[in-house]
């Protein structure tokens, strides 16, 4: 298991670099090339595997990669450290050694491979060796699961003896690589006990010393925030160091983990009971490529439906989504299964083989494959402000993502602790919806952005959030110049509109609802006002529902600034879309983001839950079309294909050249003017096409 949160890789508080841990120049190695992985996550029973069978079955599903069980909680090799016990089947196998054959036979064949390690659990009889290593509840008690104890990454255990355990691997074997498991903060367990916060005495020691705070005995707790930003600057430095010190034992080996490491990791899975946020994946792989473009990112792809039901698989068009999102924006794919290759019945991997082999077979385009769009979404930082607070932003996050989606606009994300000058100048347009949480460099980098001649684009509290009439005023940027009151409740906002056309009337005339949370503010002087707010009138009984007039105050302002400028929308109005699915309200909010672009990248002539994703390789523009027509529910199932999807890419070159990765056949084009006009016969799942120039081709 890995715990993901879906959101950014990259912490980041200083304006022009990566805070303390994350300043790792990115090393050189095979892992700058696109590849493809494929996991057999084993059981202690599989330890006897086939390994020729299984990299059969690896090579092909397109898979350069093997990543293997090696180390941690049980050895799969006959290791002679006494607080790392082997895998007692090891006994059965011929040789007793998994690790040494699997090497050997990857080595024949030319594929890579990778050792899983899990630090997070030790058995029972080395916790009562060295009881200082373990988690520890705020009354004291272990966390065990299934025989296994929890440790503390405070502890020596992590901060010493992984160390050892590592260095064991590297000298026996040379792998290729590492990826740590659940490398973090245990507080809840497999069986989904939440046991809270770990108060070992290397975390009290620790967190006082850096917070001056007692720590928190849950998410509740005021202290939470910071106790979440403290675990988060644990694994940062931890990672770093572990990062570095493979770095010096074995240069030619990556560590797959955060955001020190060599590979970003993120893991793609389903869950009983959460709900499906359909672009989690896509979310999380534009963040960390848009904050850490020099790093590589893997996603790793769960074959099962969940933890509790290993063996039950995964819905195939959904393995399909988490890989497809992925290689769009720019990472490395990673099939994830249980046990050997022929066990357990999978039947998404044909579904999941095909995005990996398409990275694996187009090496010019996936190597270094970057994002380009001209458009930024900043993502809300959930360890900056309380986890209720956070939601809400999340909800409105959200509300615009698929706005943007939908309506064909390409977009990046762009992780709100990761604002820097350097990271801004790269968009023609910033959208930040309720985003709370700047600190005062970013509300700078923000300013000379937009005076640059940059566009900004606000909505509901972003730089409002302390910006009362009695407080400070709001972000310098802001059209808004402070808050006269704030509205939250439903009582406040029902039968409240705001009317988007010139009419000088109310009935009749364009009206979107406010719902959410709105915010009343004193406009600064030189604004544009647009978007007139129609107070709240009775609507009920019906014999009562009139009595809306025009209002004296506007729900959103266009401020210039320099060359630039800044649009704010004072109310929750990506969460009233995700409320209510209107595209009145979505075509509101995305028609300012099309207004402040002065240049369209591409047209886009098709329904849509066709989404598009661009991004930039050395073989040209590349562009991803994904097919969401099969979302149901919490999953995916087949899609209807999209026929007779039409493409314009202004400015594409009259001798480009163009070709499609996945249905070569279905794409015709043609050329008006400069213009390049793809004409697509049909998008299945998806499809990949590249235009790019005559030399391109030739240089990749």
Same mark, same amino acid.
């Given at each position: 298991?890995?715990?993901?949160?879906?959101?950014?890789?990259?912490?980041?508080?200083?304006?022009?670099?990566?805070?303390?841990?994350?300043?790792?120049?990115?090393?050189?190695?095979?892992?700058?090339?696109?590849?493809?992985?494929?996991?057999?996550?084993?059981?202690?029973?599989?330890?006897?595997?086939?390994?020729?069978?299984?990299?059969?079955?690896?090579?092909?599903?397109?898979?350069?990669?093997?990543?293997?069980?090696?180390?941690?909680?049980?050895?799969?090799?006959?290791?002679?450290?006494?607080?790392?016990?082997?895998?007692?089947?090891?006994?059965?196998?011929?040789?007793?050694?998994?690790?040494?054959?699997?090497?050997?036979?990857?080595?024949?064949?030319?594929?890579?491979?990778?050792?899983?390690?899990?630090?997070?659990?030790?058995?029972?009889?080395?916790?009562?060796?060295?009881?200082?290593?373990?988690?520890?509840?705020?009354?004291?008690?272990?966390?065990?699961?299934?025989? *296994?104890?929890?440790?503390?990454?405070?502890?020596?255990?992590?901060?010493?003896?992984?160390?050892?355990?590592?260095?064991?691997?590297?000298?026996?074997?040379?792998?290729? &690589?590492?990826?740590?498991?659940?490398?973090?903060?245990?507080?809840?367990?497999?069986?989904?006990?939440?046991?809270?916060?770990?108060?070992?005495?290397?975390?009290?020691?620790?967190?006082?010393?850096?917070?001056?705070?007692?720590?928190?005995?849950?998410?509740?707790?005021?202290?939470?925030?910071?106790?979440?930003?403290?675990?988060?600057?644990?694994?940062?430095?931890?990672?770093?160091?572990?990062?570095?010190?493979?770095?010096?034992?074995?240069?030619?080996?990556?560590?797959?983990?955060?955001?020190?490491?060599?590979?970003?990791?993120?893991?793609?899975?389903?869950?009983?009971?959460?709900?499906?946020?359909?672009?989690?994946?896509?979310?999380?792989?534009?963040?960390?490529?848009?904050?850490?473009?020099?790093?590589?990112? *893997?996603?790793?792809?769960?074959?099962?439906?969940?933890?509790?039901?290993?063996?039950?698989?995964?819905?195939?068009?959904?393995?399909?989504? @988490?890989?497809?999102?992925?290689?769009?924006?720019?990472?490395?794919?990673?099939?994830?299964?249980?046990?050997?290759?022929?066990?357990?019945?999978?039947?998404?991997?044909?579904?999941?083989?095909?995005?990996?082999?398409?990275?694996?077979?187009?090496?010019?385009?996936?190597?270094?494959?970057?994002?380009?769009?001209?458009?930024?979404?900043?993502?809300?930082?959930?360890?900056?402000?309380?986890?209720?607070?956070?939601?809400?932003?999340?909800?409105?996050?959200?509300?615009?993502?698929?706005?943007?989606?939908?309506?064909?606009?390409?977009?990046? =994300?762009?992780?709100?602790?990761?604002?820097?000058?350097?990271?801004?100048?790269?968009?023609?347009?910033?959208?930040?919806?309720?985003?709370?949480?700047?600190?005062?460099?970013?509300?700078?980098?923000?300013?000379?952005?937009?005076?640059?001649?940059?566009?900004?684009?606000?909505?509901?509290?972003?730089?409002?959030?302390?910006?009362?009439?009695?407080?400070?005023?709001?972000?310098?940027?802001?059209?808004?110049?402070?808050?006269?009151?704030?509205?939250?409740?439903?009582?406040? *906002?029902?039968?409240? @509109? =705001?009317?988007?056309?010139?009419?000088?009337?109310?009935?009749?005339?364009?009206?979107?609802?406010?719902?959410?949370?709105?915010?009343?503010?004193?406009?600064?002087?030189?604004?544009?006002?647009?978007?007139?707010?129609?107070?709240?009138?009775?609507?009920?009984?019906?014999?009562?529902?009139?009595?809306?007039?025009? &209002?004296?105050?506007?729900?959103?302002?266009?401020?210039?600034?320099?060359?630039?400028? +800044?649009?704010?929308?004072?109310?929750?109005?990506?969460?009233?879309?995700?409320?209510?699915?209107?595209?009145?309200?979505?075509?509101?909010?995305?028609?300012?983001?099309?207004?402040?672009?002065?240049?369209?990248?591409?047209? =886009?002539?098709?329904?849509?839950?066709?989404?598009? +994703?661009?991004?930039?390789?050395?073989?040209? *523009? =590349?562009?991803?079309?994904?097919?969401?027509?099969?979302?149901?529910?919490?999953?995916?199932?087949?899609?209807?294909?999209?026929?007779?999807?039409?493409?314009?890419?202004?400015?594409?070159?009259?001798?480009?050249?163009?070709?499609?990765?996945?249905?070569?056949?279905?794409?015709?084009?043609?050329?008006?003017?400069?213009?390049?006009?793809?004409?697509?016969?049909?998008?299945?799942?998806?499809?990949?096409?590249?235009?790019?120039?005559?030399?391109?081709?030739?240089?990749?």
């Amino acid at each position: 298991m890995t715990v993901t949160t879906g959101h950014s890789l990259v912490d980041d508080t200083d304006p022009e670099s990566t805070r303390g841990a994350e300043r790792q120049v990115a090393r050189e190695g095979w892992w700058n090339n696109a590849f493809g992985v494929f996991q057999t996550n084993l059981r202690e029973v599989d330890v006897t595997l086939d390994v020729e069978a299984t990299l059969d079955d690896i090579e092909a599903h397109g898979a350069t990669v093997w990543l293997l069980n090696v180390g941690g909680i049980l050895a799969h090799h006959p290791t002679d450290l006494d607080f790392q016990p082997r895998n007692p089947e090891l006994r059965n196998r011929p040789g007793g050694d998994l690790v040494g054959d699997a090497v050997a036979a990857a080595r024949r064949r030319g594929i890579r491979l990778l050792a899983r390690m899990d630090f997070s659990k030790i058995t029972a009889e080395v916790a009562n060796k060295h009881p200082d290593w373990a988690y520890r509840s705020r009354t004291g008690g272990l966390q065990i699961y299934e025989g *296994l104890v929890s440790v503390c990454p405070s502890g020596r255990y992590y901060q010493e003896r992984m160390f050892e355990i590592v260095d064991e691997v590297i000298d026996r074997y040379n792998v290729d &690589g590492f990826f740590f498991n659940w490398f973090g903060f245990n507080e809840v367990d497999y069986g989904r006990t939440l046991h809270g916060v770990c108060h070992c005495d290397s975390c009290r020691s620790a967190f006082t010393a850096e917070s001056g705070l007692d720590l928190p005995a849950d998410a509740d707790h005021p202290n939470y925030v910071a106790w979440k930003q403290f675990a988060r600057r644990t694994i940062d430095e931890l990672t770093a160091r572990i990062s570095a010190h493979i770095a010096t034992r074995s240069p030619g080996a990556a560590l797959i983990l955060g955001r020190s490491a060599d590979i970003l990791f993120y893991e793609a899975n389903n869950a009983v009971g959460r709900p499906l946020w359909p672009h989690a994946t896509s979310e999380a792989v534009s963040a960390s490529r848009v904050t850490q473009p020099e790093k590589p990112a *893997l996603v790793n792809a769960v074959a099962f439906l969940d933890m509790p039901y290993r063996l039950s698989d995964e819905q195939p068009e959904m393995l399909g989504q @988490y890989l497809v999102q992925a290689i769009a924006r720019g990472a490395n794919p990673s099939t994830y299964i249980m046990g050997a290759t022929r066990g357990i019945l999978y039947d998404g991997l044909e579904t999941a083989a095909i995005p990996t082999r398409t990275v694996t077979k187009n090496p010019d385009v996936y190597s270094g494959l970057s994002p380009c769009s001209p458009v930024a979404l900043v993502q809300p930082d959930g360890l900056r402000v309380e986890p209720g607070r956070h939601a809400q932003a999340r909800a409105e996050f959200t509300g615009w993502y698929v706005s943007l989606q939908e309506a064909h606009v390409p977009f990046d =994300v762009l992780p709100a602790d990761a604002i820097t000058p350097k990271a801004l100048a790269a968009f023609e347009a910033v959208v930040m919806p309720d985003i709370v949480s700047l600190e005062p460099a970013q509300d700078a980098a923000i300013d000379a952005y937009v005076a640059a001649g940059g566009h900004v684009v606000t909505s509901a509290g972003t730089g409002l959030e302390y910006a009362t009439i009695e407080r400070d005023a709001a972000a310098s940027w802001l059209p808004a110049e402070y808050v006269t009151s704030v509205e939250t409740a439903d009582a406040e *906002l029902m039968s409240s @509109y =705001v009317k988007l056309d010139d009419l000088d009337h109310v009935e009749g005339a364009s009206l979107i609802p406010r719902h959410g949370r709105a915010y009343r503010v004193a406009w600064r002087d030189g604004v544009e006002s647009t978007f007139t707010l129609i107070e709240r009138a009775p609507f009920g009984p019906p014999e009562k529902a009139y009595g809306h007039v025009l &209002g004296s105050e506007s729900a959103a302002a266009r401020r210039p600034i320099g060359t630039g400028a +800044v649009t704010q929308f004072t109310w929750t109005i990506g969460t009233t879309y995700g409320a209510f699915g209107l595209t009145r309200i979505r075509d509101a909010a995305v028609g300012v983001v099309r207004d402040a672009l002065s240049t369209t990248m591409i047209e =886009v002539d098709g329904p849509e839950y066709l989404e598009v +994703v661009l991004g930039r390789s050395a073989a040209g *523009l =590349v562009i991803h079309l994904i097919n969401h027509s099969g979302q149901r529910r919490n999953s995916y199932g087949p899609a209807a294909p999209i026929r007779d999807v039409r493409l314009r890419v202004p400015g594409g070159g009259s001798e480009a050249e163009v070709r499609s990765l996945v249905e070569p056949a279905g794409l015709t084009v043609e050329h008006d003017g400069d213009d390049v006009v793809l004409n697509i016969h049909a998008v299945d799942a998806f499809d990949v096409v590249v235009v790019g120039s005559p030399a391109a081709r030739r240089t990749t």
